[in-house]
């Protein structure tokens, strides 16, 4: 069935450091590609998204990018600060269909 | 505009007894999901509803049963809890069209003695 894969599940940065989390997905029907920030007994939050029709997006610090014909995409932080310590998931979609499938989560530890 | 609602926040339960947990969302979604989450184990599907009368399985069904009460309430039940059932449960809803954006409740943080 279809699946996403996100690596690593752990990720430790000096403050100041760049963060770059990786995930595939194999359903190639897929168009739609979110990124969710949990924090320690929250929710989870979208922090950013990406459309197959575009390769790459950014929002201040964090941006995301998307090879379509490689069927990954991509979270990058740069300048990471203590706050952005959590848990991201990136997960994939087909617009127009119930399909959600999230990757397995990557917890990110920035070191002061 | 409260978004998704979820209720309890917190549970503890007997082996064997039975709960229903309360999920509402006010955006007009046609989709709602029940989620639960484990340590590392990230977020799994148990149910979903793709539109308001439909439900279906996802990827750990056993030991839940939903209702799609109407648009606004996906319930999710225990009929008997186990152990194994202890987890965060998160109901989650989206549209099916743009911007397909899936929003998540607080969470209900449930513990199966």
């Known amino acids: 069935g279809e699946n996403v894969e996100q690596h690593p599940s752990t990720l430790s940065v000096q403050e100041g450091d760049s963060a770059v989390i990786k995930c595939t997905y194999s359903d190639s029907a897929s168009n739609y590609f979110p990124w969710y920030k949990q924090e320690l007994g929250k929710r989870p939050q979208l922090i950013i998204d990406i459309r197959s029709n575009v390769g790459e997006k950014k929002d201040q610090r964090i941006a995301v990018t998307l090879n379509k014909t490689a069927k990954h995409f991509s979270l990058h932080i740069t300048e990471t600060q203590p706050e952005d310590s959590a848990v991201y998931f990136c997960?994939?979609?087909?617009?127009?269909?119930?399909?959600?499938?999230f990757g397995t989560g990557t917890r990110l530890k920035v070191l002061a | 505009n409260a978004g998704v609602t979820q209720t309890p926040k917190f549970q503890v339960l007997k082996t064997g007894q039975s709960m229903t947990l309360q999920c509402a969302q006010d955006?007009?979604?046609?989709?709602m999901y029940w989620y639960r989450q484990d340590p590392g184990m990230g977020l799994r599907l148990i149910y979903y509803?793709?539109?308001?009368?439909?439900?279906d399985k996802g990827e750990v069904p056993n030991g839940y049963n939903v209702s799609r009460l109407n648009k606004r309430e996906f319930s999710l039940r225990l009929e008997s809890a186990a152990p194994s059932q202890t987890s965060v449960y998160f109901c989650?809803?989206?549209?099916?069209?743009?911007?397909?954006?899936?929003?998540f409740g607080p969470g209900t943080r449930l513990t199966v003695l």
């Open positions: 989650a809803s989206r549209t099916l069209s743009a911007p397909n954006e899936q929003f």
């Open positions: 509803s793709a539109s308001e009368g439909t439900t």
């Open positions: 997960a994939a979609t087909i617009s127009g269909t119930y399909k959600y499938i």
């Open positions: 955006m007009n979604h046609n989709s």
